[in-house]
């Protein structure tokens, strides 16, 4: 066929495409979740802002495009600035099924339980879903009509948090319980398989509401209630006598937490096959959770598996005026021997930050400190923020790699970079 045919033909085409994807559909309302929030003319960082909406505004989201709202003719807005307040469809809870609840936004519904399934929709924070079953870290659920997969990690599940036969209520000697580990993980059944629903900090008592086996009941501090493990703390007929650690010490902060890579770019792998975007993406949460119990308000450049190019992380920092911004990295050599964790800077005005951060991780990880360096990195040059990038260690390095992929290792890097932020705004 010759080239004016083919160029006919894809034009054809395209005017189809085009035609079929016109009608814009309503998407549920956004709610905005900074102070102020610009709006462009297009679906990028790159367009004209032609206004601006304030926290708590609300707008009704009239297409989607990436992570783009629009909301007018001409006006988008940044979907990872928002929460979604009420969407269409949502599925009523069977009477006596559970219902899987989405803990974070923009989460990807799936065809097969794995990363590799197509995605079929996005659940936003607070979205419902029936829960069909569980396997291997995901939740089957029913979304708008159609059967998925999500990750289990980033989901709480509701109407099921019944107390295991075996629970009974607290002696009067056990009425609190008092953590004794930094960031806790509490979920919402007996069990580590259950997802988890928060986490609390070293030195918190919470009420007993009952005891089963090796795990405890907690009553929170917004009214709902969880379950821990009790070797992570200790029972008493008092609450510890201390403040709990790190409340209000970062209120009226504003923070960007920045996991390093995601999407098609996974960034580097270990020896046994970790994956450096999802170690970040991880890491993040738990960091993103014990700031905000020290009060911080936080911003996550991404909380889920998505490519999000550099320019738009730092824009991040910039929209919001950002007192830190954090890059979360884990770090790769050809030789193999290489490990500790590094703690980057570009600009004299992000070199104080760089060594608070640095001194946290030193005190609270057991990883060798490669100390603070100079680093050419475009989330640091490019950003007029106090910023950071940290390389939490070496995936290529066998040891290290099993060292820093656990949960422990991310709340001791976490708590780390927590108590270096607040002796660097103290
Ligand atoms: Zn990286």
């Given at each position: 066929m010759k080239k004016k045919w083919i160029a006919i033909y894809s034009l054809i085409f395209l005017l189809i495409a085009a035609i079929l994807a016109a009608p814009a559909s309503a998407h549920g309302t956004a709610q905005v979740d900074v102070p102020s929030l610009n709006v462009r003319?297009?679906?990028?960082?790159?367009y004209s802002i032609t206004g601006s909406l304030g926290q708590g505004d609300q707008v009704t989201i009239t297409d989607e495009q990436g992570d783009w709202y629009r909301i007018s003719e001409n006006g988008w807005i940044a979907a990872w600035l928002t929460t979604s307040v009420s969407s269409g469809g949502q599925e009523p809870a069977a009477a006596s099924g559970k219902t899987a609840v989405s803990?974070?936004?923009?989460l990807n519904v799936r065809s097969q339980a794995s990363l590799s399934g197509a995605v079929l929709g996005k659940m936003n924070k607070g979205d419902t879903a029936r829960l069909l079953s569980e396997t291997n870290g995901w939740y089957e659920i029913e979304f708008r009509g159609t059967r998925g997969f999500v990750s289990a990690q980033y989901i709480s599940v509701s109407g099921s948090a019944q107390q295991p036969a075996a629970a009974a209520a607290p002696a009067a000697s056990d009425s609190y319980f008092t953590v004794a580990v930094n960031g806790l993980n509490v979920r919402a059944?007996?069990?580590?398989?259950s997802a988890k629903i928060g986490m609390v900090a070293k030195g918190q008592s919470f009420s007993v509401l009952s005891v089963g086996g090796d795990w405890v009941n907690i009553r929170l501090a917004d009214g709902t209630s969880g379950w821990v493990y009790k070797a992570y703390g200790t029972l008493s007929g008092q609450p510890a006598a201390s403040a709990p650690v790190g409340t209000g010490n970062l209120s009226g902060i504003s923070i960007v937490i920045d996991p390093g890579h995601g999407g098609i770019d996974g960034g580097t792998s270990g020896y046994y096959g970790t994956v450096e975007k999802g170690l970040t993406l991880q890491t993040a949460e738990i960091l993103a959770a014990q700031l905000r119990a020290a009060g911080a308000s936080v911003t996550m450049?991404?909380?889920?598996d998505v490519y999000i190019n550099l320019r738009n992380r730092v824009s991040v920092a910039h929209q919001l005026g950002a007192d830190a911004f954090i890059s979360l990295h884990y770090d790769a050599s050809y030789d193999r021997s290489v490990n500790g964790f590094t703690t980057y800077y570009q600009h004299s005005y992000q070199q104080s930050l760089a060594s608070h951060l640095n001194g946290g991780i030193d005190a609270s990880t057991i990883l060798l400190n490669r100390g603070t360096r100079q680093g050419n990195y475009f989330v640091l040059r490019e950003n007029m923020q106090p910023a950071v990038l940290i390389e939490?260690?070496?995936?290529?390095?066998p040891n290290e790699e099993q060292a820093v992929s656990n949960d422990y290792y991310r709340r001791q890097a976490a708590q780390g970079i927590t108590n270096g932020l607040i002796n660097y705004f103290n």
């Open positions: 003319s297009g679906p990028g960082l790159s803990t974070v936004n923009r059944q007996a069990t580590t398989a450049t991404r909380t889920s939490l260690g070496f995936l290529s390095n």
